[in-house]
């Protein structure tokens, strides 16, 4: 993947096209500059995570999650929708691995899941898909 002009400018070549600028009389307030040089280092930074990212998804050491621990889901059991939090998410370490999230209720033990075969299916990320869920079941 080609880099763009923007990545490939170092903040020094950056500062010397600024004086090269300033050579030809163009002016630009020092506050105006010293913002576009904050910017433009913020988007190096950026776009050097994206990279890592993107590299980190093409290994397949990646996983983007529906939820996060603390996250409300709901599961329909007995005619009810119950309100459940998420207490832990867990990735094994088996042949392939998987990732588990853990809920719980107040009245009830905490209860691991498998996140892929769970979220849509018995948990959910709404009330409502929960709801809809119950009624197709009864």
Known sequence: MEKSLLEQMTIEQFRQNLALLKAEEIEMPKKWVLELLNTIEALQQENKQLREIAKAKAEGRLAILPLKVG??????????????TVDRIIINRFTTPQIW??????????????????????VFLTREEAEKALEVGE
Not at 71 to 84: I, M, R, S
């Open 71 to 84: 996250d409300t889901v709901y599961e329909p059991f007995a005619g009810k929708v119950y309100e459940k």
């Open 101 to 122: 999230i853990e809920t719980k209720l107040p009245f009830a033990t905490p209860r691991l899941e498998r996140w892929d075969l769970a979220i849509g299916k018995t």
